[in-house]
């Protein structure tokens, strides 16, 4: 009799149970990919932004939508760029990037404008001869190339430009032999806006130089810049390591440092300030550190007429520098 044939096995039962279920636990996992996934879609995840990015879009819309991803990647993709350097910072305003444009050219590297601005632009980088790159953005491109920087308005530009300036000993230099300078040194003081405040009055006082610390220090940012509406490319701010060496090279030249603070020995009206001299301001929210105070020739401290208010470091420095010019040989 003949043999009958085998027929073949169909994948059922548990080993094409198991193959489905495999199928169907990657098939669930990608909508939950961001927080549940396993070590190989994390990897997929960092290797490939654009997927990132579109992935949070389905879920949030439900659809695709290619031109709106396409702009906001753009946007934010060079502003992360820009972060991971680690060197340059954006600002925006038209009097701060202008002034940057100006009289800090050579450290401007790109300029990003909306199309109103464009032929203001193009004429003044003329006039100053920068050479920065400029590019047209939209309204939306401009707000994202900012937006992680807390900024109150751009006006339509949007400079990439690096803050280092030049060092302490290059700076000192350049004022070191006059007859007459002022130095302003803030000592702690964090608040970028606080120290844009100061840069603006140093600037309308004719201030050489600002001096803050390495460390627990504001500095160049967006924030300083808009705040200083331009002047914060017209007066030379350095870091330094150590405030108390910087003071003892001042004196050693001839000037007299005058520390103010709210506990000061003299009357800020009293001081009669020498030709060369270095004023130099607490943080926020404390005085002068010890061998700050240590320092200073004179300790003044500005009259009020009522104990339970006070003035804020910027007004404060503004005042100070007020009397400077007006009781200064």
Known sequence: AARPTRKARQPTGPRGARTEGRGQQRQHSKPHSKGHSNGRSNGRSQGNSRGDIRSASQRHHGEHNEKPLAKVKTARQSFKV??????????????????????????????????????????????????????????????????????????????EISPEGASWEDAFAGFQDKAKWTVLVCDGVEDPGNLGAIVRSAFGFGVNCVVVPERSSA???????????????????????????????????????????????????????????????????????????????????????????????????????????????
């Open 82 to 159: 820009d972060r991971a350097r680690g060197k340059n910072i954006m600002i925006c305003g038209w009097h701060a990037c202008e002034n940057a444009i100006r009289y800090e050219s050579e450290r401007c590297e790109r300029i990003f404008v909306t199309g109103r601005r464009l032929k203001a632009v193009q004429e003044l980088l003329g006039e100053s001869g920068c050479a920065a790159r400029l590019e047209t953005r939209s309204i939306e491109q401009i707000e994202n190339l900012v937006s992680n920087e807390g900024q109150i308005a751009h006006q339509g530009i949007v400079v």
């Open 219 to 329: 500095f160049k940012s967006a924030g300083s810049y808009k705040r200083a509406a331009g002047a914060m490319s017209r007066v030379e701010l350095v870091k330094v390591a150590n405030i108390k060496r910087v003071l003892d090279v001042m004196k050693e030249n001839g000037a007299w440092v005058y520390g103010l603070e709210a506990d000061g020995d003299i009357p800020l009206k009293s001081c009669n300030f020498s030709a060369r001299c270095a004023i130099v301001m607490g943080g926020e929210n404390r005085a002068l550190r010890r061998l700050t105070r240590e320092s200073c020739d004179q300790v003044l401290h500005l009259e009020m007429p009522s104990d339970d208010f006070s003035l804020n470091v910027a007004q404060c420095a503004s005042i100070a520098l007020y009397a400077r010019s007006v009781k200064s040989p």
